[in-house]
């Protein structure tokens, strides 16, 4: 999202400011989406925590809920970060161009 809302010097200021504020909620969103990611496989297992038995078996339960095991569980929470922080950001800026208006 960052590469989508970069700063254009040729820009108006008041769609260079909505994009600096959805650069920067993007980065929210990457990190609230990483520590809801990492929370969820450490709660969601049958062994809780961050240890090689909770990591395995929070990734094969986050896995489970689309029907797939631990390698399912890993594509979700790799994409759910991301999800977050393009929805964010984006939401962010197009909610600072409407306030702005």
């Given at each position: 999202m960052d590469q989508v809302l970069t700063d254009d010097e040729s820009?108006?200021?008041d769609e260079r400011?909505?994009?600096s504020v959805g650069r920067t909620m993007t980065t929210v969103g990457a990190l609230a989406?990483?520590?809801g990611?990492?929370?969820t496989v450490a709660a969601a297992g049958s062994v809780a925590g961050?240890?090689?038995a909770g990591i395995t078996s929070g990734l094969a339960a986050v896995?489970?809920?689309v029907g797939g095991g631990m390698v399912a569980g890993v594509a979700i929470t790799v994409?759910?970060?991301a999800a977050a922080a393009a929805a964010?950001?984006?939401g962010a800026y197009k909610l600072w161009k409407w306030i702005s208006e």
């Open positions: 820009l108006p200021n400011e909505a994009r989406g990483t520590a990611a990492v929370g961050l240890s090689a896995g489970a809920t994409a759910a970060p964010v950001g984006y």
